[in-house]
């Protein structure tokens, strides 16, 4: 590009070069050569609003993963922005790039100063900025000012959320109503979101729907790790999840707790934190019923999943959920709260239930009708194969970045 003191810019090869001594013909060749450059080069995408990766925390952090290899691989240039002071800090994963962020621990704004210094790090050379929730939704503006694409991924209803009190609650809405104005385009994870945006914002000016995905169990893990817990397999039901109110883990443990199995229910999450929560949890006094805490071990949380007898989903609030794609991935037996979101990603491919007595009863029947839950299993996993394989999720952000159609249309 040219400037104003007669000198051209080369933004690729960041030389400078003065056109009083290029002649005519070595000045169109110099734009020639500069425009095939651009045309040639790969397009650049960020990802935000993680903890980074490797993934270590969640499933945000598991997506942001996924697809930062997965579109690396497709032949872009993709840099995943990390909170700095982890204890292994590599500049590059598989081709991805990461760019280490500090921010100032000050409660709960240092997630909203953090997104802040990640936005303004990334407020060029990108192509896309892809914020993976709102919670700093007006600062993704900034990218914008650069003339740089903003996409946000709302990461389903965190206004609705139990846990949060008044001020908070407001907060998020506010975030999601500046998220919508924000960002050149939102990316719902699940039709039901979608819905539920266009029915309280109007419409969207640019909405896709595209899912989480996960990885479809072939080869059987070993179950050696379960001595970890002296389980074996099928011997127990599990719950995989943070231990928060939205995630109805009370009425699970009050529903197993009526219930005549014999297995033991293994509850995945941190059991630790002084919540008034998850004092309630410790209420329900049953020998079948363990807390093990957090499992960060993706091998061994593979393991849990693969052999238990059934996955009890208890989620209600956001769109397509990891744990629920990871279940189905592994051909599980799933037991889901019943609620749009859930059925949108399982389908009738497992048990629903919306209260104590109905998860109760089918408990019981599961254990007494063994007929047909093989084919729940594989009807579970066929499901995942078909709509969640991470390289059909990776082939739709492709799509969408190279503005051509799927596929499917």
Not at 270 to 279: D, K
Not at 301 to 318: I, P
Not at 380 to 407: F, G
């Amino acid at each position: 590009m040219e400037r104003g003191d007669g000198c051209l810019y080369d933004p690729c090869a960041e030389h400078i070069y003065s056109t009083r001594q290029l002649s005519g013909k070595d000045r169109s060749e110099w734009w020639l050569k500069l425009a095939t450059v651009w045309g040639n080069r790969k397009m650049r995408i960020a990802i935000l609003g993680t903890r980074g990766i490797p993934a270590r925390y969640g499933g945000f952090e598991t997506f942001a993963e996924k697809l930062a290899i997965g579109l690396s691989a497709r032949g872009f240039d993709v840099t995943v922005f990390c909170e700095s002071g982890e204890s292994s800090t590599p500049n590059v994963l598989q081709e991805v790039k990461l760019c280490y962020i500090s921010a100032p621990s000050l409660g709960p704004l240092r997630t909203i100063l953090y997104d802040l210094r990640c936005l303004w790090a990334a407020r060029r050379g990108y192509d896309v900025v892809y914020m993976l929730g709102y919670g700093a939704a007006p600062f993704c503006l900034i990218p914008r000012l650069w003339g740089t694409e903003v996409w946000i991924n709302p990461d389903g209803l965190e206004w609705a959320r139990s846990k949060w009190g008044i001020v908070a609650r407001s907060y998020f809405r506010l975030m999601e109503w500046i998220s919508i104005h924000a960002a050149n385009r939102i990316i719902a994870d699940a039709e039901a979101i979608a819905l539920s945006l266009i029915s309280r914002h109007g419409k969207l000016l640019a909405c896709n729907v595209i899912p989480y995905g996960c990885e479809v169990i072939g080869t059987p893990p070993l179950a050696d790790p379960l001595a970890e817990w002296s389980l074996v397999p099928e011997g127990y039901y599990l719950i995989v999840c943070r231990l928060e109110p939205e995630n109805h883990v009370l009425e699970i443990l009050q529903a197993f707790h009526r219930s005549r199995s014999n297995r033991q229910l293994i509850v995945v999450g941190n059991h630790l934190t002084e919540s008034r929560y998850v004092a309630q949890l410790r209420t329900v006094q049953d020998s079948r019923i363990r807390l093990i805490g957090t499992v960060y071990d993706a091998g061994k949380l593979a393991c849990l999943r693969f052999h238990s007898f059934a996955y009890v989903h208890g989620h209600s609030v956001g769109g397509t959920n990891p744990s629920l794609l990871e279940a189905m991935g592994c051909g599980n037996l799933i037991f889901a709260h019943d609620n749009v979101f859930n059925r949108e990603t399982l389908g009738s491919c497992g048990y629903y239930f919306r209260d104590i007595l109905e998860l109760t009863l089918a408990i019981d029947h599961a254990e007494i009708n063994k007929t047909a839950l093989d084919g729940l299993r594989d009807a579970a996993k066929a499901r995942a194969q078909k709509n969640y394989q991470w390289q059909r999720i990776i082939s739709k952000y492709v799509a969408l970045m190279e503005n051509t159609p799927t596929e499917e249309g």
